[in-house]
């Protein structure tokens, strides 16, 4: 009785696992089931992508150079002291190094930059009162 529960477990295996078509004949006919190949990955994308986040990138550390550029103008044509011009500078240019430069931010994300840029003009804003007051 097990070796026929066993011969009728594999045959009935092959049947199910294997693949059946009806031939041109009419014929029933099995075959294991056959795999295709992979398909081939196209890694063109990958480097548009990467040229694509490398002109965001250089574009957006133009942008903060820029920025910061406008600001140390803005700085010298305060109307108070050289000391204080002074002292407002050096205080920026250690809080830059400090807290941007030190820091690795994603640049070639507009938000992250824009970001940046806002944490700069605060920055700057309480440094100067700081300064100045």
């Known amino acids: 009785m097990k070796k026929l529960v066993l011969v009728l477990g594999i045959i009935s295996s092959a049947m199910f696992f294997g693949q059946s078509y009806i031939d041109s004949n009419g014929n029933l006919q099995r075959r294991p089931y056959q795999y295709r190949d992979p398909q081939q990955l196209s890694i063109g994308n990958l480097g548009n992508a990467a040229s694509t986040l490398q002109s965001r990138y250089n574009s957006n550390i133009q942008r903060l150079q820029s920025e910061y550029n406008s600001i140390v103008k803005r700085i010298n044509n305060f109307d108070i ?22 820091r690795s931010f994603d640049y070639s994300s507009d938000s992250i930059t824009n970001s940046v840029i806002k944490y700069l003009y605060e920055s700057v804003n309480k440094i100067t009162h700081d300064v100045t007051d």
Do not use: A, G, M, P
């Open 81 to 102: 002291s050289y000391d204080q011009k002074k002292e407002i500078l050096t205080r920026l240019e250690n809080y830059v190094n400090n807290n941007i430069n030190n």
